[in-house]
């Protein structure tokens, strides 16, 4: 892989890092209960997504 391609991959780790947290902060102060569930929903998505691009480093 190159730096460049690297550079691309942690910047993709980032975003979603980001969007996760965003989105947990959001559920927790969100007091429509559907908006709240939807955007933990959100988090949960989030991470998973991080988790896949991390576990393709890993190989």
Do not use: V
Not at 4 to 33: M, R, V, W
Request: negative net charge; proline residues 2%.
């Amino acid at each position: 892989m190159t730096n460049k391609e690297l550079l691309y991959i942690e910047d993709a780790l980032g975003h979603e890092e980001f969007l996760k947290t965003n989105s947990c902060q959001a559920s927790q102060n969100l007091q429509d209960p559907e908006l709240s569930n939807y955007m933990k929903q959100l988090e949960t998505k989030h991470a998973e997504i991080y988790n896949k691009i991390f576990k393709l480093l890993q190989n």
